[in-house]
């Protein structure tokens, strides 16, 4: 785990002071084996395909990454500067690991790879983006997807 | 990014997060998280390292067959290093931008791209990629934006549109991308901090940066004044702010 102690002090002392969301929780969904699910990305590093809108500020809406992207059309638009982005430069799959899942799942590890996966900028207050959260999930439950790779950055 | 985990689970898809901030996923408590020791940035651990991106991988997934939450599980191994890393050098030596004068960032910015082009070429074609362009600019146009408000000329020409602010902020994103895709070119893993210092402290870009930087938390634009003040330099080069 990476705890506050293991950080640069700045960039802790930040962390620390961010306001956390309030959120109801309990929900827990069940699904199958997981050698039956097909699973999506939800990354929260800001990312689209080039000429996508771009992140801004205050940002909480998402953007769509089709399966079959060209890793080269994948660009980061998080307005951050506080973490480590010389990773993706040089691998895509350290915050969008699609291809790991790719291989897991014709390994038979996972059942399958979603069509669309999904991309949120995390620095934004959370509230205002449940209903895209809706519209993600919905559109997850449209191509037969039941479960989601939260992946932060 | 928690909150979303709450969000898709209350709308029947099953989440599993992976977590870069331990005291944060204790705090959200998200159905199932894999909490990691990796810096901010690599959520999965390594770069051009799949089977270590496998194990964190698996590691997350196996959360999905725990019947009820929440859980947080940490992830036991931090990322690898690789076995022969002896440090690393950017494969050209620029000149140091301590001597150059003052108000010629537009030219020395150019002079370093200019140099830096046939590694960032070859970067790219070996990975099949670059991250260089959200900013919709070319390279070299990007840099001609940053430097010459970092010299402090007048509004340059942006994108129909877009503010100064948000043109400029996505073109030092493009700058700084295309230094580091540029400097490791080279076979060889290159510790993240390694190049945070090299762009800030011995690159005429990085000095562009910090000189547009102080420009813009001082103007009147509330836009230009989140740039200045956040949205340039990393906390972890808070130091060299006005040095």
Known sequence: ?153 | MCALAHYLEREGIATVAIALVHEHAEAIANPRTLSVPFELGRPLGAPDNPDFQRRVLRAALALLDRPAGPVLEEFPDPAPEPADYEGWACPVSLPRPEAAPDGNHERLVADEIARLRPWWDLAKERRGRTTVGASGYEIEEAARLVGRYADGAGPDDTEPGRKLSRSLKLACDDLMAFYTEAATAQPGAAASRDLSDWFWGETAGGRALLALRERAAGDGDKGMQLLGSLLILPRSQAHRAGA
């Open chain 1, 1 to 153: 785990m990476t705890c506050y102690a293991d950080m640069p002090e700045s960039v802790a002392r930040h962390l620390a002071r961010l306001p956390l969301p309030e959120i109801e929780g309990g929900a827990f969904a069940l699904g199958p084996p997981l050698a039956e699910r097909r699973v999506a990305v939800v990354s929260s590093a800001g990312l689209g395909r080039r000429g996508d809108r771009l992140f801004g500020p205050g940002a909480v809406d998402y953007r769509v990454l089709p399966a079959d992207a060209d890793a080269g059309d994948i660009v980061m638009s998080h307005i951050s500067v506080n973490y480590d982005r010389t990773g993706f430069q040089q691998d895509l799959n350290i915050v969008y690991p699609l291809e790991r899942l790719q291989e897991m799942a014709a390994a038979g590890e996972i059942g399958g790879v979603a069509d669309h996966h999904y991309s949120f900028m995390g620095a934004s207050d959370p509230a205002p983006m449940q209903p895209f959260a809706e519209d993600v999930a919905a559109a997850m439950r449209a191509e037969g997807v039941d479960t989601a790779l939260l992946v932060p950055v």
